[in-house]
């Protein structure tokens, strides 16, 4: 810096900034989540909007950019955003790719803008020439910033009526007229000075996934209960046999509970007994024994080729392979021996495993975050998700991420998807709000959700109201699953079809990623371990179960149908546009979304009540779905096929659920009439 520039640096009096020439304001960018510390979450290839507030003082005019770019590129996008109202600016931009961004917003008061705009209210003749004088040296100014053609053409302009300020020949209207062309207007813009532009404080991130993120149909199997026998351990062939059924299903998404080498020290056995049998299986999730650890494969599924074999034919039937990450260890880990002071361990000589009073897994050690070596840990760690990310995976779910260290998930998970954008991660973290959205803003893509305990209308309608509109929406996205290998809902105890199809509906209609856990899901197993239970009897984590898919009551049918509306609609493929709707039956739950572009509606309504026919009257107002008021539109039930003429605010529906639970209805916003015949003209 110049011997100047610091002496008058120096001679600042106190408090007084460096440059105070910069009268623009950006006083917040939105979205933001926690100031910029975490990062908004989008979809590759869709639009992504950015609202400033910005203002100056007086009433100069003012010129605003969304700035952004891709983090590792050295291309810098700016878009000029437009004001609205009550000095709110409006942007936005289409990330192309996943991966992590960067936007800001920039702002300045613009000399040209504000002398244009000023020009504008002018009517008095002197006003105006001393006006065409002024905006003659703006202009000039303007050139000496262009280059080539656009200098030239601008120091001609800004000649022209610096002369033409000066002509009495020229009344004050044709000089006006002169001073305001349109196309002078667009071409000095392009040149503005912008030494005293305003920069919003922070840097926001931006992360950018591809579509899966924000909807998918998730199928959870155990691979070695696909056996095709019973009593016969499943392989990786034997999953393989059953892609097409699971692809007739219409999910898109294939969940694998642990693959790896299960212990053998202090295996559990059936319904978690302690005392176990010689054919005891052990649970998938007490990982590791002398056959390998998280990077190996449980001899008994097959091997490294087969698996891979697996994923490339399950891509083949539209599935993707996920493998679930459980970050533990059995007693026989080799990381045990191997890395002692990963675990913690108590004053007898013994490591301590994991435990959830009055639970107790002392199959399962769990690592220990605080130790000395935590930065060999944490590498390891994030090499047993690189292992199988080379092994053609890239969905993961992680079990339990919550009783891990926060700062490791963000670390790893952020390099992970800074080499590999296209992988996703759904946290299975069934515990407090707040822990479940801090793991969501450290990188997680999905979330687990409590829909599993939400099952009145009043518990349904102010959660997904939270999860589709609150402030967490631009982080957190929600998985909704009926059922899991842990959680068997009362609601599911009674074994009632009724009871299991609405459950179903509701998930996928509600949430645009969603779950379950099957074949116990399709085949309506309801039976717990002990009364109060939320556990299985007979429980796949602990045994070998021998499933009979093709039993006439499955739900296979009735899912795919309704995992094919999803697909078919894109309003079933979002959360943004949920809304409920008034019903004055309290059994009758009913909602509406919309794809983006508003052409795509489906109004869903669900008989919460298993048992008896329930009906009443739903508000809907045709505007709010793009109808004429007082036009009648059609809607068409996806599930049943029936189409219905809909007119007017209030509509009937009756639901049996012995026969369907719910509508789920497609609006049509045009029915033929007469004049849409030929013989009518």
Known sequence: MP?????ALLSLPHGMPKEGRVRAVVDAVLPSVDGGRFAVKRIAGEAFEVTAHCFTDGHDVLRV?????REGETTVHETPMTLSNNDVWHGGFVPPVPGRYVYTVLAWVDGFASWHHELTRRVDEADIRIAAQV????????????????AQALARAAAELAKAATDRAIDGPRLKALALDPALETLAGKYPDRRFEARYGAELSLVVDRERARFSSWYELFPRSAGTELGQHGTFA??????????????????????????RIDRKGKNNALVTEPDDVGSPWAIGSEEGGHKHILPALGTPEDFRHLVAEAGKHGLEIALDIAFQCAPDHPYVKQHPGWFRWRPDGTVQYAENPPKKYQDIYPFNFECDDWQGLWTELKSVIDHWIGEGVSIFRVDNPHTKAFPFWEWAISEIKREHPEVLFLA?????????HRLAKLGFSQSYTYFTWRNSKEELTAYFTELSSSPGHEYFRPNAWPNTPDILHEQLQSGEAPMFRLRLTLAATLAANYGIYGPAYELLEHLPRNPGSEEYLDSEKYQLRHWRTEMPHSLAPFIGRLNRIRRDNPALQTNATLRFLPVENNQLLAYAKSSDDGSNVVVTVVNLDPHQTQSGWIGLTPESIGVPAGQSFQVHDLLSDQRFLWQGEWHYVQLDPQHTPAHVLRVRRRTRDENDFEYFL
């Open 3 to 7: 011997q100047t520039q610091v002496a």
């Open 65 to 69: 950019l969304l700035q952004w770019w």
């Open 135 to 150: 905006g003659a040296l703006e202009i000039a100014a303007a050139g000496a910033r262009a280059t080539g053609e656009d």
């Open 238 to 263: 034997d999953v393989e046999a059953r892609l097409p059924a699971i692809a007739r299903m219409g999910f898109d998404v294939l969940y694998f509970p642990p693959i790896h080498p299960i212990g």
């Open 428 to 436: 299975e973290a069934f515990t407090r709000p707040k822990v479940m």
